[in-house]
């Protein structure tokens, strides 16, 4: 499977539609939950006309930060916008920057059929955003550097099986145990539903 895009649009078109119910996936731009995808979002924003939104309301012992972060998806480019009138517009950028960053954004391509009890989902490695201006240009220009793929995963009963294509490995977590099953890892498009499930509960039944 294709591991980095150049692109925004390129992650999301890395799959049309769920493997086991074959409706569209829908793109969402949430922050990162644990590999488990067990704490609650902080957001979850869908794609509008070919961008993606992103409040920020960040506040630290040391600053407080309101922005809306803009993401084009072809283009990569991160425009700020500042709800309040901002007395130090450049500063306000970079803090800005920093507080989208502490909210680990992610893109998930996830089944929208909630009659699919897969609950099929891929998600991108956490965006890095990165300056692009020229050095002599005081006013950052923000992008988003390429897109990395991460994790896909859905549900069986009790089980959540999950491919990292990062490390390359699937990982079947149980309900009754912390430590997942680590095997090699499993294209789970290459292969049939059927197999691909009995394969899963192969490994399931003897470890
Ligand atoms: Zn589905």
Not at 50 to 79: L, M, P, R
Not at 155 to 173: A, G, M, P, Y
């Given at each position: ?166 490390r390359e490995e699937t990982h079947i977590f149980s309900d ?32």
């Amino acid at each position: 499977m294709q591991k980095y895009f150049h692109s925004v649009r390129s992650f999301i078109n890395l799959r049309d539609d769920c493997l086991f119910c074959k409706v569209h996936l829908v793109a969402n731009i949430t922050n990162f939950t644990g590999i488990k995808n067990d704490e609650w979002p902080i957001f979850n924003s869908p794609l509008k006309s070919d961008q993606f939104n992103i409040v920020i309301n960040h506040t630290t012992s040391s600053y407080d930060i309101k922005a809306n972060a803009n993401i084009n998806i072809d283009t990569g480019e991160v425009i700020f916008e500042f709800p309040n009138h901002s007395l130090m517009p450049n500063v306000d950028q970079y803090m800005s920057r920093g507080a989208l960053a502490d909210l680990k954004p992610c893109i998930e391509l996830t089944c929208p059929n909630k009659k699919c009890k897969y609950n099929y989902c891929i998600s991108s490695y956490i965006l890095d955003v990165h300056n692009i201006a020229h050095e002599n240009q005081i006013t950052p220009k923000w992008k988003v550097s390429q897109v990395r793929l991460f994790l896909e995963d859905f549900e069986i009963k009790n089980h959540f099986i999950q491919n990292d294509w990062i490390r390359e490995e699937t990982h079947i977590f149980s309900d009754d145990s912390e430590t997942p099953i680590i095997i090699p890892i499993i294209d789970f498009a290459d292969i049939e539903e059927e197999s691909l499930l009995s394969r899963i509960s192969t490994y399931i039944t003897f470890n």
